[in-house]
C-alpha cells in the first residue's frame, strides 16, 4: 500500500470526533447474523461472560443451570431473559445474548481506510491538481472531527476539495491558498 497518516489535534478536552462506520459486507452478515426473528429481525448471539472474571468485578451466579462470571448484574440479566433477549442454544450451554443487525452501526473503521478509491485521472471528481484528495475521504474527516456551524480552516487550499466538501456539509470554512497568498473566501 501507499498510504497517507492524518493526524486529529486537539486543544483541550472540547473536541469532536464521532468513529466512523462502513457497511456490513454480504459476507459478514451470513457469518455472523445467522438467526431471524418470526419478524425477520436479525440477529447474532454475542457471549455474556465477564471478560476477567472475579479479578475485574464480575459477579458469580447461575443461569439457566449455568454458573460463570457474567457482565451484567443478576438483576440485569434477569431483565435480558424476560425481555427474550437471552438464549440458549441447548440445555447445558453457556447462554448468550441476541445482538440485532438493526442496531448495529456497521463495522468500525479503523486505521487502514482501504475502502476509498485514489482519484484516477479519468475520475469525475478530477480536476489536475496534483494532490487533489477524493471527496469521499474529505467527507469523512469533517464529519469525524466536526458538527454542523463549525468552521473547517484548509491552509493549503489546492484545488478546493475542503471547502467544497465542507461547504456542502453546512460547515462554515475558511480557504487559504499559501502558493498565491491569497484568501480564496470566508463563508
Do not use: C
Not at 122 to 129: D, M, Q, R
Amino acid at each position: 500500500y501507499n498510504t497517507d497518516s492524518i493526524y486529529f489535534y486537539s486543544k483541550g478536552t472540547d473536541s469532536t470526533f464521532k468513529q466512523p462506520f462502513k457497511p456490513y459486507t454480504k459476507e459478514y452478515l451470513h457469518e455472523f447474523y445467522k438467526f431471524t426473528e418470526p419478524d425477520g429481525r436479525r440477529y447474532r448471539l454475542i457471549s455474556m461472560i465477564g471478560p476477567g472474571g472475579a479479578a475485574k468485578g464480575n459477579p458469580s451466579y447461575e443461569v439457566l443451570g449455568v454458573t460463570r462470571f457474567w457482565r451484567y448484574s443478576k438483576k440485569k440479566m434477569q431483565e435480558l431473559i424476560d425481555s427474550g433477549m437471552v438464549v440458549q442454544t441447548t440445555s447445558g450451554t453457556v447462554p448468550q445474548r441476541k445482538q440485532y443487525l438493526d442496531d448495529g452501526k456497521g463495522v468500525a473503521i479503523q486505521n487502514l481506510w482501504d475502502d476509498i478509491s485514489a482519484l484516477g485521472a479519468s475520475s469525475i471528481e478530477a480536476i489536475g491538481y496534483p494532490t487533489q484528495k477524493p471527496f469521499e475521504l474529505v467527507q469523512r474527516i469533517i464529519e469525524m472531527a466536526s458538527n454542523k456551524g463549525d468552521t473547517i480552516l484548509d491552509p493549503f487550499v489546492g484545488g478546493g476539495t475542503t471547502v467544497i466538501v465542507a461547504d456542502k456539509l453546512g460547515r462554515q470554512w475558511i480557504g487559504i491558498d499559501p502558493v498565491s497568498y491569497t484568501h480564496l473566501r470566508a463563508h
